[in-house]
Each structure stands twice: as structure tokens, then as C-alpha cells.
């Protein structure tokens, strides 16, 4: 299934209606940027119900508008009173695992992913010896906007830098934007598996058939997901949940992304061929026989980790098969 001609303009033309609807309210570009991008996607998954589009785009992005601003306002009252204590352990934690190194080599290893706001908002942060309260003064920046600011600077640099280092199957390669829109997308996913109106999630599934039997993923609550870097802009995601029988379960997914941060599906999500389950008394008979490698990968292949099983007389249990 894929997006009628014409519905890349009108994604466009949802951002900027939307961005120039939030800017009224909220002073940060990359808060306004985010939010924009949330109202085109919502755009496009309830397009059928949409009958005015220019109210239903402006409606949604005031709502939008003032549900930040109402969230940040409480964060500020509820952390004004330990400001002091708040900005020390996010000051201490900013480029956590990342050791040391002058300004200019910390923006240049980032230089790619940053734009030039935020390569400026990191050298304000470093020549102003992090302190996020003369920042937030002097930039007229909401302190909750700015420490959101600086982690989520925080987890692209350390994405990066990660990728750099040749990781490619861990959650360390996500940057915080990245992050938040695969949760949407998950919980979008569920909702639409629950309701049967895939149909509404094109804007996902444009790249790639939606099938006609779709696999049997019935999600009861999302516990966590891991990904796998398959080239430059393409993964693979796995998501673990307990399905509707309270049984532990998984479904994975290949996407790409584009404009940075926005995901599209290229491989409809289906489940795996088989998971089992190990207990911690089993599990100890393979201590050590395990290691993750600098990639974040397994040292073992499957075939090799099924002998392992074996040979250590490891009891499993088969918790879920597909039988196709």
C-alpha cells in the first residue's frame, strides 16, 4: 500500500500550518519542529475522519501547543525548589560514557547531526562551564526546555559516537528523536492491530504490503525493544511484549529513516519462527559462554548457540512456534 500522488505536499503543507500555529506559543524551534512533525503523523493516520482540514490541523496544534506547556509548567514548579541539585546531576550526566575532550573535538565527531542551533547552544554550554541556570537566563530558555534540550543533545552525540565505533545491534545507536518516534510508532501499531484499521497507518506503510493475513500479534503490554543497524539508514527493530494470554512474545519490523529522524516500514512486522524460554537456574550453566561483542552482537551464531544448549544438557521451553 503506498501514498497517493501528492501526499508528500501535504505533509508539508500540514508542518508548516502546524508550525506556524505552535510558534504563537512556544518560543524553542526544535520544541515547535517535534511537535509539527506529531501533528502531521496524526494527520495522516486520521485523514478518513478529517473533514475540515485547515481546523482540525490548527485545533490539534494549539491542543498540542498548550498540553507542553501546561506539562513543562508543572516539571518547573515541581523541580524549582531542588534546581540546584537537578542541574548538578544532569550537568555531571550530560556526556555520561563519553570521556572528556575539548569543545571543538566534541562538535566536530557531531558535526553531521547537529544543526547549527545546537552546535551553538553546546559551545554556549561548555564555554559557560555547564552551568545549565546561566544558560537558561541567558538563551530566555525554560530550564525544563533546556535540560530536555541538552539530553536529548546528550543521546544523539552518544548515538553517534557509537555508530562511529562500530556498534550496530544495541539501543545505544537510537538518539533520543529517533527513540520517541519508534515508541509512536509501536503504540500506533498496537492500536491499530486492536482496532483493525491498519489501513489508517499508510503514512508508515507506504514502502511495503500491508498482507491480507496479517500475523497473529496481539499485544497486551510493550516491555522493550531492541534494534539492529543493517546499513546506514535501515534496521531492524524487535519488539518484546506479553500477548493477550499473558505469554511472553515478539514481532520484528525493517525500517529506514528519513529526514533524520522519521521512520517508514520496509518489512511489514511479523513474528519470529520460534522463542524459547530459559530459566535463571538453567541459564547459569551458560554463564560466561556468552559474551557481547564490541558491535553489541552475540559471539555466537544460532547454530553455534543451539549445540552450546546442548552440550550444557540446557533445559529450554518452546513458548512460542510458527507453524507456517
Not at 556526556?95 to 552546535?119: F, G, H, M, W, Y
Not at 529506514?256 to 511479523?270: C, M, V
Amino acid at each position: 500500500m503506498t501514498l497517493k500522488k501528492g501526499d508528500s505536499e501535504k505533509y508539508q503543507k500540514v508542518i508548516k500550518l502546524a508550525y506556524s500555529e505552535i510558534s504563537k506559543q512556544i518560543n524553542n524551534q526544535e520544541d515547535i519542529k517535534e511537535l509539527s512533525h506529531m501533528i502531521a503523523i496524526k494527520y495522516f493516520l486520521n485523514k478518513s475522519n478529517i473533514k475540515n482540514e485547515n481546523n482540525w490541523i490548527i485545533t490539534a496544534a494549539k491542543n498540542a501547543a498548550i498540553d507542553f506547556l501546561r506539562k513543562s509548567n508543572h516539571d518547573l514548579l515541581r523541580n524549582s525548589n531542588d534546581f540546584e541539585k537537578v542541574e548538578n546531576r544532569i550537568t555531571a550526566n550530560l556526556l555520561e560514557n563519553k570521556p572528556e575532550k575539548d569543545t571543538k573535538e566534541i562538535l566536530e565527531n557531531a558535526k553531521n547531526i547537529l544543526s547549527v542551533q545546537e552546535r551553538k547552544l553546546l559551545e554556549l554550554y561548555f564555554r559557560e562551564g555547564k552551568r545549565l541556570k546561566k544558560i537558561s537566563r541567558y538563551r530566555n530558555i525554560g530550564y525544563e526546555g533546556l535540560k530536555k534540550k541538552l539530553y536529548r543533545l546528550k543521546k544523539e552525540i552518544k548515538a553517534e559516537y557509537n555508530r562511529k565505533m562500530g556498534m550496530i545491534a544495541t539501543k545505544e545507536i537510537i538518539g533520543a528523536r529517533l527513540h520517541e518516534n519508534i515508541i509512536y510508532f509501536v503504540k500506533q501499531f498496537q492500536k491499530a492491530i486492536e482496532e483493525n484499521s491498519l489501513d489508517r497507518m499508510k503514512f508508515y506503510f507506504r514502502d511495503c504490503s500491508i498482507p491480507t493475513k496479517i500475523p497473529d500479534i496481539k499485544i497486551s503490554k510493550i516491555i522493550q525493544y531492541e534494534v539492529k543497524l543493517i546499513d546506514k539508514s535501515t534496521y531492524k527493530l524487535v519488539v518484546y511484549y506479553i500477548n493477550n494470554n499473558g505469554t511472553f512474545s515478539a514481532f520484528n519490523a525493517i525500517f529506514e529513516i528519513y529526514n533524520r529522524n522519521s521512520i517508514r516500514i520496509l518489512d511489514f512486522p511479523k513474528t519470529p519462527t520460534k522463542i524459547i524460554a530459559i530459566s535463571k537456574e538453567e541459564a547459569k550453566k551458560i554463564e560466561g559462554e556468552l559474551v557481547v561483542n564490541e558491535k553489541g552482537m552475540l559471539n555466537l551464531k544460532k547454530t553455534d548457540l543451539e549445540i552450546l544448549l546442548k552440550e550444557k544438557k540446557v533445559r529450554t521451553e518452546v513458548i512460542f512456534e510458527n507453524e507456517e
